[in-house]
Every structure is written in C-alpha cells, then in structure tokens.
C-alpha cells in the first residue's frame, strides 16, 4: 500500500530569513511481504539559511548547549549561570533536564569527529523534525505490537503530520518536547514487546529507554504512572502470569535506580507521592505472586487462613507507615493537584502558574483543531481494542482514557494525547479498510459486493486527504512564524514584517556596557540573555517567586519606590513592551496586572489589586483610570512621549490601538529614568536608571572580579 | 461598673459577634479613648428587608469571628461587632449609610479613614478575604477556619457502602463484570465527553446558550473560538458519537454473521453518518474558526 508523503515550508520574502514551518516527512514503501523502507526527505532549497530560534523559552536551551559543546559535559553538569536572576545566579546543572542539550551535544560532536562541520546552531534548529522521524518509526512499531503492520504504517503517517505534534516540532523548535515524544513512544514500545515476550531483554531496554525519557523531560511521570496502572488493571482483570512478573519487577527496580542518576531528579522517586503508585504497585505485585506460589503448596482451607491474615497484616502496616510518613513530613501528598483541575488551584495559591496561556482548560475547537478527524475515529479504535481485549490493548485503553482526561483540563498536555489518537484511530481506519479494500472470492460468505465497497473505500480516502489538508493548512498558518518576528497584513494583502525585538536586541548588545544589567517582566528573560547577551533579573525559569515580585513591585509603584527597589538590585536598563502603536495584544500593559496580583502576593501592604481599577472597578488608561495606575512606572514607561504622538487624523493624539483609548496621563516625565531605545514601531522601548549619587561602583560581581 | 474594656470582652466571650444596638455603639464603638479597635457589620437580616447579600456576608462573618475567637492568637486588641437596621437605625443615619451589608473598621485611635470601608463589590464577602483586608488595616492576622465539611466523606462513605453490599449480594453472580460491552461503552463515554470539552464548561462555567437580547434569536454556538457554550459541547458530543458509531456499523457490516440484506444496509448506514456528520462537525468548526478555507458536504 503506497502511502502519500508530505512536506511544509513557508519562506519569508526576505531572502536571508528563513522561517522555517513544518518539516517532517516520512515516506514509508510497503510492498506485498517486502520490507518497509522509510526514508526521511526535507525538500530544502539552497539559499543561505539563517532560522531564528523561535519562541522565549528555547533561547535558553540553546545557550545551555552552546556552554555544553564549548566547555564540555562536566562544566555544564557544573554549571552555575551569573548572568541569570541577577543577585541570585542559577544553579543551571541542578534544575534542567539534561537530555535535550546532551543529544543535540551528542551529535554535534560527533558529526565534527566525522569531519562534517556542521555549527550547533543547526543541529538544534534541525533536531526536533529528525527525532519526529524517530517517532513515527516508534509508532509505527508500537501500533504494529497492538494490532498490525497496516495500522502500524497508518498510525507512523498520522503522527508524521497531526498538527498537535507538529506544534512542538518544527525546525527551530528547540524544546523539551521534541524529542521527550520520541522517548515516550519508544518506551511504550519496548514495555509493550517486554510483557509480551516476559524477556529480560527487552525490559533492559525499556529501562534504558525510561532513563533517556527522564533525563529529556518532567513529563516522565505520566509513564511511571501509567505502567504501574498498566500492571494493577491486569491484576485486577486476572491476567496475572510470569511475563507480568518479570517485566515490572525489572523495570521498577532498574528503571529506579536510573531515574535517580539525574541531578534534577535527584531523590523524587522514593519521596514524593507521584512515584509512590508505583511503589505501591511493587509491593502489591511480590504479595500477588507469593500467594499464587503458596496457592500451589497449601490446601485451599489453609490457603484462606493464610490469605485473609497475610491481607489484613499487610494493609495494617501499609497504612500505619503512610501515616508515619505523612505525619513526620517526609512525604508530601501533592497527588490532588494533578488529579484536580489545576487551574482552580493555581489561581488562588500560585498566580504565575495561573497566568500562563497554555494551563488554561481545552475547548473542543482545540481538540478539533489539532487532530481534525482522528479526534472523532479514535474512540472507534478503543472501542475495537476492547472488544478484543488482551494484556498490550488494556495499556493502550488505560492510556487513552488518563490521556484524554488531562488534555481536557491543560491544553498544553494535548501533546501527550496526540500518539495515543494516532495509533487509535490507524487501529479503526486499519480494521475498516482491512474488510473494505480486499476481493471476496475465498470468503465463504456472501460479501458486500464490490460497488458498496468501492464506494465506502474512496469516501474514507476523501476524509483521509481532507486531514492531510487541514494539516498542512493548520502548520502553515498557525505554527509556522517564529514568535520573535511578527507579521502583519496589509489591506493589499502584502505582509509587512515587524522585526522590532531583535532591532531592541542588537541594539543593546552593541550599545550597552558588557555587564549591564537589564530589568524586564520574565517573559522575555531568556530572550534577553540569548539575543542580546546581557545579564537578566528574571526569566522564564520562574523559580524565585520572590524576585520575580519584587521586579513586579518596581513596575506597579509610583518612580520613587520603583528607584529604590532598582538601585537595590544594581538594574542598568529597564526594557518593556509596548503595543499601542501597532495594537499588539502581548504587551506588558495587558499583562499588567499579572505583574500587580504576583506583587501583593509577596507585598501586600503596599501593593493592592484594587487600587489600580477605578471605583467602578474598571481598568480603564485613558482619564478616567485609577491615579495609581497613571501614575505607575509601567504606564510612564509605556505611554512616554506617545501623548505628543498622533497615528492618524481620526484618533487624538495619544490614542492608543491595543486598548482603543486616549490616554490620560500625557505629560510624562521622568526624574531617574531616561529614555534610552525605543523600537520603529515603539514595540520595544528600553529605559536607562540614572545613577546619580550614591556610587554604585562595585556590584557583588565586580567586588568577587577584582 | 466594668471598663469598656472588660465588658466588651465578657460580651466576646459570650458570642464571638457582638451584637449592639445604637446605644452601645456610641458607648463603645464611637466614643474615645478606646484602646481596642472594633469591626462592625452594618446589616439588615430582618426577612421583611429581603437581603439575601446579608444573610451570605453574615454567615462569612460569623465564620471569621470564630475563627478569631478560637485561634491561639486571640488578644483583646480587636472585637468584632454587628449592627442591625432595625435595631440601629439611628446608627445609619448618623453614618450615612444607604446600604447594607457594610463592614466598617473602627480604629482606636482616631477617625476611619476611606480605606476602613471594606469594598464589598470589588472583593467579595469571602472570610479569607475580609480577614486580608483587616490584616491590611490592623496588622492583625486572623486565620479563617472553616469547620470541617463532612458531608463529602461520608456521602463517599454511603456511596461505597451500597456498592459493597450491591457485590455482596450478588457475590455468585459476578458475570456482569466480565461484559465487555459495557466496559467498553463505559470508556468510550468518558472519552467522548472529555473530548467535546466538559472540562472547559466545569472549569468556566459558561451559560447554556445565548438569547440575542434584540433580535431574540438564540445562538447555540458560540462566535469566536475561544469559549464555548454547554449546547454546543452537546452538539459535539452527539457529532463525535455518531462518527465513532458510524465507524462500529461499518466494522460490524463487514464481519457480522447476518443476512446480506441488513448488512448492506448497515454498512450505508455506517457510511453515510460518518460522512454526514463529519461534515456537519467542519461546518461548524468553520463557523468558529473565521478563514477556515475547507468544507467536506456542506457549508
């Protein structure tokens, strides 16, 4: 069966910028008993290829494994980053998953030992649609294991080109996720072949796979849930056997002790109560199989006794030692959190966790979005798998419905949900073609005949080539653009691209002293330690919540208070965003209050939500708004020298676009600050602290330098 | 003669609320020296003045005074008192006070200023947040304790007790167990409601359906595609059902052992709603999705 290939790229008009889409095709020949040969092809074109690291988050990841090949494994196991939450510093080795940078690493030198000089910056921009290769073939293999080659080479097609993946893994998409799939697939897989064959082999395998999907990403707790979970339905379905017993007893121990060798891992697995079901499961596993070995040796009344002592004995002290623990605080029961939905609880106790776009609650335009008719064809498949239930389609079913459940409550774990439907609905379109596409002459019952079934066949392939469609539609349109370059249309339809953060970048690499430090919300904190390569007070790390609202409180307060929290903190430059010229929507007045509610979590008595809303509690800019907020060194920041500044003769002077308002506050000015940069489109303006006074010669740095 | 001092706490210690009239209000609460600050609730929960909002604000507040009088930090530097209309109303009229309820912090030293009127529209009447915004006026924090809810364990309780003796009973007969039909339909259930966006509605709780308030039309689908309504997650749900069994008919028409007759027949049938509300499905995922350029049968 001859399966179409498919690949994506969106150029810009510019020529020395490339901005690369979707990448990955996979091309899978299957002839009668012949091999499958997949063969992965990029149609690149030749031009000189410059791609920008896309997105806030993965600058970060790209200057890790930047230090990596530069400096070597143990400096960057090592490595404490100075030019991070400046006074703090980071402890970068102890708090990342190592795997990404190690792998792109890997490559990278050993590519240079093959005398292929090949600069890191490709190999993380390119890394993300080979391991997508790599995770189609996995797929295909773990389909293969459930059900059969045909749905095995539909499932490896689906998951080539399903927009729910492909978000994660476009060339320069630099993250986690990329290749944490790839390790998840590969995982199930070899766990899948492990309890089919009850080898000791390929549970090796597996651990060894597990070990490589918790070094790649935090996600790693979904499979050490769902195997445990995997083992327990078994027990509880009575498909108790050897094979069970060897695979889990394995793999929980070895895979144990290899998930503890990462340093950011470090004794999770036997604290926390994430890791504990599959403790738990351990346990409940080595009672089972003594008491079937006993079941063989003693008479059935004995057999009771024993059983009902041995059940009462065990519970007794299992439930003593969790109270031990509970109470003496070496356990901490975190597990509602994930079973409730997060948000109700973030929003209250964590409001950075709250803020973030990608926690938020899935509605079905999403689901439909990124897996177009799988979405409706996957429960079709677990409907088959269950009908003709064996110990590998009970794995398939316990994944399909935990991941089903948490990609309704986080959109940003739709991600996990996307193999399963994959393999699900290849699983239905496989089963219906199975019966639909072959002739009927050896069958010994009368078929359907074959125009009924030439018909159902082409209108299942119009449905198949509609999603092929809508995929490359959907990468095209929604994940092709790297987010540091923005686009915009004219009423001609010509793009107009809007370059203003790496104009704001550049100019304060090469306009700023070398140690210079840059204040701004932590959005753009990476962004600024990888682009413009200046020392930073907050990132996307988010770890210190206490210095991300004490940069919070500098914003809300009036300029004296937020002058004396910047002289603290030794900050040489504020940098904000600003939208109002061009109606960007992301700018820091719309995430403003972020900054205020984070702020009066730390400092309540001096910053109160309430006051920056009018008493009719609407946060309003224009003269009508609360005194606090026009008077806040954010608004000054924002709206300095945009009163004198008319767009177009419809509009007053000062009308802001994002928040369709004038504003009210005109006549900034400023007493410690002085305007330093501001963008073509005022997208990015940067502020320079005077320091007058006081000499603020030696920070702790210089004084450590000297 | 006890000081003020002394009787407001025999008062506290009696009720941890401390109700006054207008009498006792101006000896206690208005007039100075005190060296104790009071909050007081302004209410009307008389059923004849018919404020819901009160009866609410008042058990919140009930819940703080309580809280405060049983935790390890109480001390007799703040009193919590309440005032009714119509015990007061002279009260409210020296105040000026038009509405109720009303939660006011009468400092010791000095007049309340602006910020010692609790903003009721802007925060709410929650415990935890007027114990913030005493905590804001006074430096003093009062842990809110609500009394522990036991109506969910032991309806948990109840709930697992049926079960088990349901089980119990039918302890011979545990065929309905191993049906697989059932559990498969048990699981695609939750996988269909899940995927036509429950979780959404449970999380935002949006309304059932929106009445166009001038043309009286009523949308069942929400315009933009960033929220949604519970009719449409209905609509969805039914959509995405019927697909998946039109997939089941076509599967079975295949394999079953009927006669050619109704498997024809289910086989058309299968077909033809996959197609049909596979389509309907795009529609309506296009009427969501402003410059969504495809549609399958329909538009």
Redesign the interface.
Known sequence: MELICLGHFVLSHNPEVWILGELMLNCSWGGVGGDSIHRIHPALECHSLVVSLSSFLLRFNYRSTHHLTSNGFYEFLNWFDERAWYPLGRIVGGTVYPGLMVTAGLIHYVLNLLHMTVHIRDVCVFLAPIFSGLTAISTFLLTRELWNQGAGLLAACFIAIVPGYISRSVAGSFDNEGIAIFALQFTYYLWVKSVKTGSVFWTIGCCLSYFYMVSAWGGYVFIINLIPLHVFVLLLMQRYSRRVYIAYSTFYIVGLVLSMQIPFVGFQPIRTSEHMAAAGVFALLQAYAFLQYLKDRLTKQEFQTLFFLGVSLAAGVVFLTVIYLTYTGKFSLSLMRYLC?P??YAKIHIPIIASVSEHQ?????S???DLH?L??????G???C??N?NDERVFV?LY??SA??F???MVRLMLTLTPVVCMLSAI?FS??FE??LGDDQKKD??G??PN?KS??TM??LM?LM?FA??CT?VTS?AYSSPSVVLASYNHDGSRNILDDFREAYYWLRQNTDEHARVMSWWDYGYQIAGMANRTTLVDNNTWNNSHIALVGKAMSSNESAAYQIMQSLDVDYVLIIFGGVIGYSGDDINKFLWMVRIAEGEH??DI?E?DY?TPQ?EFRVDKAGSPTLLNCLMYKMSYYRFGEMQLDFRTPPGFDRTRNAEIGNKDIKFKHLEEAFTSEHWLVRIYKVKNEGSSRTSSFLRKARS | MLLPLGQMMDWASKRSVIRMNGEKFRRFVKAPPRNYSVVVMFTALQPQRQCGVCKQADEEYQILANSWRYSSAFTNKIFFASVDFDEGSDIFHMLNMNSAPTFMHFPSKGKPKRADTY?L???GFAAEQIS?WI??RTDINVRVIRPPNYAGPLMLGFLLAVVGSLVYLRRNNLEFLYN??A??FA??C???I???????N???GPPYAHKNPNTGQVSYIHGS????FVA??HI?LL???A??FG??L??E???S?MD?GK??IM??AG?GL??L??SW??SI?RA??H????S?LMN
Not at chain 2, 225 to 228: D, I, L, R
């Open positions: 939905p948000p109700r609650p899935t509605t079905w335009v689901f439909f979005f008719i979405v409706c064809t996957f429960p079709a677990l409907w088959f269950i009908k239930i079913a399909a419905i089903v459940y990609a309704g409550v239905a089963s219906v019966h639909y019952k009368e359907l005949g009924i018909i159902v209108l299942m449905l509609m469609v809508h539609w349109n309540p008595k109160r309430s809303f509690g | 903003e529209q802007v925060r913030r905590a804001d697989k039909n559990w498969a699981a695609l939750f996988v269909l899940m995927t036509s966006g429950q979780m959404w449970h999380i935002r595609s960033q929220a949604q449409e997650t969805v959509f995405n059902s697909v998946t997939m089941v076509l599967h028409a295949a394999t052992d050619i498997r024809k086989c058309i077909i996959v197609v509300f596979f499905l795009l995922f969501k999705y410059g969504y350029p495809y399958f």
